[in-house]
C-alpha cells in the first residue's frame, strides 16, 4: 500500500526557514516514472500548486509566488522528496502536502502545518 508521509512543518518566525519532508513507502522511486509534486491549502482557500517535478527529468516548476525562495528536490535512495523554504512570509501559512502522480493513481499525504508568524 503506497503511503506519503509529511513532516518538518512548524512555527517560524517571517523570514525564516523551513525543510518539509515527503517520505513514501510501498513503491521505490526509482522503479517508476511520476509526477512530484507540493502543494499548499490555507484556510478558506483552495488547495494550490507549490512546486512540481517530473522523475522522468526535466526542470523543477514553480508557483511565482515561491521562486526564489523555495526549493524542491528528492532523494530516490531514501525513497523521499523535500521542500526548502528560506525567506518565509506570513502569507506562506498553510498546511502543505505533497503528491504523487504514478501512471493513474494519485496519491496525496495528510499534510503538514506551516505557520509563519512573529
Known amino acids: 500500500q503506497v503511503q506519503l508521509v509529511e513532516s518538518g512543518g512548524g512555527l517560524v518566525q517571517p523570514g525564516g526557514s523551513l525543510r518539509l519532508s515527503c517520505a513514501a513507502s510501498?513503491?521505490?522511486?526509482?522503479?517508476?516514472?511520476?509526477?512530484m509534486s507540493w502543494y499548499r491549502q490555507a484556510p478558506g482557500k483552495d488547495r494550490e500548486l507549490v512546486a512540481g517535478i517530473s522523475s522522468a527529468g526535466g526542470s523543477t516548476r514553480y508557483a511565482d509566488f515561491v521562486k526564489g525562495r523555495f526549493t524542491m528536490s528528492r532523494d530516490n535512495a531514501k525513497n523521499t522528496v523535500y521542500l526548502q523554504m528560506n525567506s518565509l512570509k506570513p502569507e506562506d501559512t498553510a498546511a502543505y502536502y505533497c503528491k504523487i502522480d504514478r501512471g493513474l493513481r494519485t496519491y496525496w499525504g495528510q499534510g503538514t502545518q506551516v505557520t509563519v508568524s512573529s
Open positions: 510501498g513503491f521505490t522511486f526509482s522503479s517508476y516514472t511520476m509526477i
